[in-house]
């Protein structure tokens, strides 16, 4: 048996809840994961070949999939307002247009292999995409396409995270999956900097606001431990991930107040 599908268990030798097989998901991916290795600006093609075949994939499994892109590789409105003496809103919105972005280079890719795909934006841009209509996103995904929500939750201030929390529970999503490129779920501190970083495998909602781990932002955070929505942290650049998650495999990092007997 693969390690990581043996049931997790207490000090007491009672079995963690296990999250079990999910239909309906959320798949949350950052722009700078388009970008490649370099972690610079733009769409680097086979970055963007590795996160269609994930998501086809999952497809494939029979999943009811959306996803949520960042527009970090595009531009980053909260590192680059005071520098270039933007007004933060002016330059949200600007990160906002940089999501589109990548949406429709993603529901390029994805239709070139075949996936009927549908973006729709929070801020209108009829020309090139759907207008952000939740029973409209539901009809899709119950018609098996994949759907990509851009422009985050439409306002300025609020992250990409949070628009993923917000569409999440919006269409009544089983679970919330944060895409990352090379990191296998969440670790006492960045993995990539400290060798002796101790990976969790199970968390609850508190750990995230209270410990500070980097892995969404707080708003996000909140909104999902009200609804007791599940978070899974994994690595999307390994293959079959995605899959084994909708399996009920338990990968990389699960967040949710039943991964620690409630609470």
């Known amino acids: 048996m693969d390690e990581s599908a043996k049931p997790r268990v207490e000090s007491d ?3 963690l809840p296990q999250l079990g097989p999910v239909k309906r998901v959320v798949l949350k991916l950052s722009g700078e994961s388009l970008a490649g290795n370099g972690g610079g600006y733009g769409i680097d093609p086979g970055s963007l070949d590795s996160t269609a075949r994930g998501v086809l994939e999952a497809v494939e499994a029979g999943a009811e999939l959306a996803v949520v892109v960042g527009g970090g590789n595009i531009f980053r409105g909260s590192h680059v307002a005071d520098e270039l003496g933007i007004e933060g809103a002016t330059a949200d919105y600007m990160a906002m247009l940089g999501t589109v ?7 390029a890719a994805l239709e070139g292999r075949g996936v009927p795909t549908r973006v729709q934006s929070a801020i209108e841009i009829q020309e090139v995409a759907e207008p952000y209509i939740r029973r409209r996103a539901i009809r899709h995904l119950e018609k098996g396409r994949v759907v990509i929500f851009a422009s985050g939750t439409g306002n300025p201030f609020f992250t990409t995270d949070t628009g993923a929390a917000l569409r999440a529970l919006e269409i009544n999503a089983d679970a919330l999956l944060m895409a990352k490129n090379r990191v296998d779920g969440v670790y006492d501190r960045d993995p990539r900097r400290y060798p002796d970083a101790v990976r969790l495998p199970r968390l609850n909602y508190m750990d995230l606001l209270s410990n500070d781990l980097s892995v969404m932002d ?8 009200q609804e007791n929505l599940p978070i899974v942290v994994f690595d999307i650049l390994k293959a079959g991930n995605l899959r084994r998650i909708l399996q009920g495999e338990q990968v990389g990092s699960l967040v949710w107040s039943a991964a620690n007997g409630g609470g």
């Open 13 to 15: 030798g009672t079995a």
């Open 101 to 107: 972005i990548n949406a429709m280079a993603l529901q």
């Open 218 to 225: 707080h708003t996000a955070a909140t909104l999902c431990g």
